[in-house]
């Protein structure tokens, strides 16, 4: 790779002038001048590559520079380029049948959004108004996005500063076998605790009040937390039981992450209404959405939805979403994560834990898996606390800037590192990624109480 130094000072100027960054304090960052990509792999203008085993923020599914999405783009330009929403449009009506025919029988419907913040706001108010009741419940240790509704339904400090958060929402505790809320010593004890836990949540908060539970599939940010088996099946009984529609944020794990099409797949239960966005289309334009169950969906046949967006299912986003399951089905994409995530990933990372004294817990599915880091096995202290920033953060940061320094662009949050590849990673940088991980994580072994 060449170096073009001109073009780094030109592009950082223009950033730190100008550009007001996410969840930052503006002086304190030194955001990187990406020149391009492609697959994944990612360079600056100093002549650095990186291999991305973020995925971005976990959407980059397919990697960069797909030609097949960029080549749906290309023509989906040329021929129209932008259509209200309230007009039909081809790509759209396709990519809505598409995506409906792979989420199963009993949904046909989708309705769509810029991302999946506004898909989770939309699916709330579906449920309140499919219901006639305004609560709804979700996790601590949760993301769901950052606009009003999906902000208040967050369960981790991303919502504290944003409150006071919307007083319809109740956060309750999920599982988390290796530091349960629940004293459980077992995954099938976490299972019965934590439905417990959230049917009393249920019955205190007044059943007749809940419209919906919202939880992640598979918890992503706040740690790659797989649901013990039988959970997710307890969560739809409990629905069910008692009237309460089930929302399944898969705005992180949908489109292959863990090998289905939906997560929720691979648990064998089916949702009432399915949030959705970031690998939909490897984030190339901007889509989120619900896919609506029938019996929803037919609630809003003869009364009018109460909401749009001036780009709900625009042409472009949806040209790279349809290019997106062609590719999928025709590259066997859902069995190439499973096979790399059973066969490389899970032993590789299972070798790590054995080998470094730091790494307390790693877990999984597919192309999606958290190495949690301990200063101590047997306590479990965190090797950073929850929150951390600055120097508590450092020994994470530590860990982050040997990967990058060794061409791995990792994803840390808190304690952990998850690892979380394009779905077209090959198995031999898949191999080369886990070996610089597995390396940095000597870093964090220094910090570990002997
Ligand atoms: N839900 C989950 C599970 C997410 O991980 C995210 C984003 O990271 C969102 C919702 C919000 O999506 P967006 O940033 O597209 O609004």
Redesign the pocket.
Known sequence: LLADLEADARVRADDRGHVFHSWSAQALIDPLPVAGGEGSTFWDYAGNAYLDFSSQ??NLNLGHQHPDLVRAIQQQAGRLATIQPSMANDVRGELARRIAQVAGDGFEKVFFTN??????ENAVRMARLFTGRRKIMSMYR??????ST?ISLTGDPRRWPNEPADGSIVHFHGPYPYRSSFHSDSPEQETARALEHLEQTIVLEGAGTIAGILI?TIV??NGVLVPPPGYLAGVRELCDKYGIVYIA?E???GFGRVGEWFAFQAFGVQPDLI?F??GVNSGYV?L?GVVISDRIASHFDTLSFPGGLTYSGHPLACAAGVATLEVFERDGILERVRDLGARVVEPRLRAIAERHPSVGDVRGLGLFWAIELVKDRETREQLVPFNASGVDAAPVAAVAAACKRDGVWPFTHFNRLHVAPPLVITEDELERGLDVIDRALSVADEHVAR
Do not use: I, R, W
Request: hydrophobic share 35%.
């Open positions: 923020l976990v991302g999946g913040a506004d898909a989770n949760s993301y769901h996005g950052n606009t999906a992640e992503g940010t944020d705005v992180m794990v949030t966005a970031k901007p989120g």
